[in-house]
């Protein structure tokens, strides 16, 4: 009957999985292989990202459609509206619509010339993220997820210039904000309560990250303003060449890590799979027993 994650007892712990559009033969059988395995999770949905360019945008479409067609899975759609006109966006959320989508992943994206480059509108496109939810609640009835940044957007002056995003894409309509990784639960309870304070509705789910290339990440956290610890680096360091054991550590760190989120009060998780199933399958059955563990200790 699958591996379920909500207990006969508690059905309370949500789980969401996110993959990237492949972009080569092996690396399609690879994903598929993966949302197999993880549809047997029964997750609540799964969502895909969306690229620069026109070929990777088509592989969204392509992917997300076909886990409508094959799978039991719901997918939710990544949507960016950086270098595109709004036709342009409007046709694609229209195309999605018909092909069963109804969660769009509501972003500005970033620009083509990559991490810290401008960000420059679209004179004929929408020119933030929250134009861009505007838009497509407009166009469609989606449920529309955004993003968060628990150690606020690079390009934010200050927590105020953060906030006020935030607040205006739960305004246009967005539902749930999925944060950036971050590797320290008091980062995501520092910023929920920043949130909180401030009076926004909307809720905040923590995006928690399942990357055992340190030398990966490292570049990757570097780039959007992520802090990676030393304890965690330290915790790589000579493991270049032994993947079984930083797929191991890493498992292991986001099962703490979304064990202390549980402890304070989450019970929705979204978990950045680089289309692998093995950690992400580790990490959620580790959290769906959480709540049995919880309840021995009381
Ligand atoms: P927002 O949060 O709307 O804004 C980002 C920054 O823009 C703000 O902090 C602010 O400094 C500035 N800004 C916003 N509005 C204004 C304004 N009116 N005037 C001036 N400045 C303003 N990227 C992809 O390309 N494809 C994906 O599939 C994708 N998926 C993601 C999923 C998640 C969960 C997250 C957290 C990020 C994802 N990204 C993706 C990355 C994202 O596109 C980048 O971080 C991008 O730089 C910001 O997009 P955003 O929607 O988060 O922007």
Redesign the pocket.
Known sequence: NGLRLDGANDADVKVSY?FFPPKTEKAEADLWAAVQRLEMLQPSYVSV????GGSTQERTLATVSRMVRETSLTPAA?L?C?GATCAAVDSLADQLWEAGIRSI??????PPSGFGGK?EPHPQGY????ELIAGLKKRHDFEIF????PE??P???DWQ??LD??RR?ADAGASKA???FFFEADVFFEYRDRVANAGIDIDIVP?VMLQPNIAGLSRMAGA?GVQVPNWYRRMFEGLEEDLLTRQMLTASVATDLCAELYDGGVRDF?LYTLNRADIAIAVSRALGESHARIRHRD
């Open positions: 996110e990202t969306y690229g620069a990544h960016t950086v992943v509501a972003l500005r994206g970033d960000y020119p933030y993220a929250p955004c993003s968060a940044y606020r957007h390009e934010s002056a210039v953060e995003i935030l894409k999925i944060t950036q995006g959007v979204h």
